[in-house]
């Protein structure tokens, strides 16, 4: 999706979208971030929550076992 958006690198990214260095790096190691940083992202990007995000299974089912 980056690609097609003309987006070559994750400081585009940060730039475009007015997130912090420190929520793409949880990005990228699959922690939590919150809606506001998901919604920044979502209107840069010009696309949906959904387009960016899934639901992973197991770690639903880990949390809720603690």
């Given at each position: ?22 929520i ?15 919604s ?27």
């Open positions: 999706m980056l690609i097609d958006k003309g987006i070559k690198n994750r400081t585009d990214l940060i730039k475009m979208s007015g997130i912090s260095t420190n793409l790096a949880k990005l990228g190691k699959g922690e939590y971030i919150s809606i506001e940083s998901m920044k992202i979502c209107k840069a990007l010009a696309c949906d929550v959904g387009d960016i995000c899934m639901m992973n299974e197991k770690s639903s089912a880990e949390e809720s076992s603690k």
